[in-house]
């Protein structure tokens, strides 16, 4: 078998995880959601915008922190965003996971 057959097995493996499953359900749940989803958009484009401001050594301005802090807040009175927060979140550390694993058979840590 061939490194892109074996890529190809992993994707499907990743696309039938329990992690996937969960997140995806939850990623079409909140579409359906618009105040959910626009609040969700916002959180995240401001989460970049933070991580940005932190790669660069840059200090994050104070608008984004306190926007952040509040979308945060609102957010987690919302059942629904919570659950995909949460979903969204174990479907990441399952990626980052391959990609180690990855990382670490190839000799890039």
């Known amino acids: 078998m061939n490194v892109y057959d074996q890529a190809h097995d992993l994707a499907r493996a990743i696309k039938e995880s329990g992690e996937f499953a969960e997140f995806d359900r939850m990623r079409k749940a909140v579409e359906t959601d618009k105040d959910c989803s626009e609040m969700l958009a916002e959180f995240q484009k401001l989460q970049v ?5 932190q790669m660069t050594g840059k200090q994050p301005e104070a608008d984004v922190m306190n926007r ?4 945060s807040t609102m957010l987690a009175t919302k059942p629904l965003a919570a659950q995909f927060l949460q979903a969204e979140a174990a479907f990441s550390v399952m990626m980052n996971d391959v990609f180690k694993i990855i990382g670490e058979a190839v000799g890039l840590q």
């Open 49 to 53: 915008e933070l991580q940005t401001a």
């Open 68 to 71: 952040l802090q509040s979308l």
